[in-house]
């Protein structure tokens, strides 16, 4: 229980301080509106996602490859 009370603790500190940062820090920034921004700004987010996907999955790949070559080895002696 105290794990999970951590971990919400944890996310609604980040997302506090994300919010402060955005009410607070972002309209000092001087960011000019133009097309170029706002394709990153609104492909950012994905790409992040997908590369953090995409390395978790070929992780998992060549973990299942290792445990696969483990447990045949095994079988073998």
């Not at 607070?24 to 133009?34: G, K, Q, R, W």
């Not at 978790?56 to 445990?67: E, F, H, K, L, N």
Request: glycine share 4%; aromatic share 8%; hydrophobic share 50%.
């Amino acid at each position: 229980m105290q794990n999970q009370l951590g971990f919400v603790l944890k996310v609604f500190l980040l997302s506090s301080g994300l919010s402060v940062l955005i009410k607070y820090v972002m309209p000092n920034l001087s960011i000019p509106a133009t097309a170029t921004n706002a394709v990153i700004i609104v492909f950012l987010p994905t790409l992040i996602m997908a590369s953090v996907l995409l390395w978790r999955w070929r992780r998992a790949i060549a973990q299942g490859c290792s445990q696969r070559k483990a447990q045949s080895q095994r079988q073998q002696n």
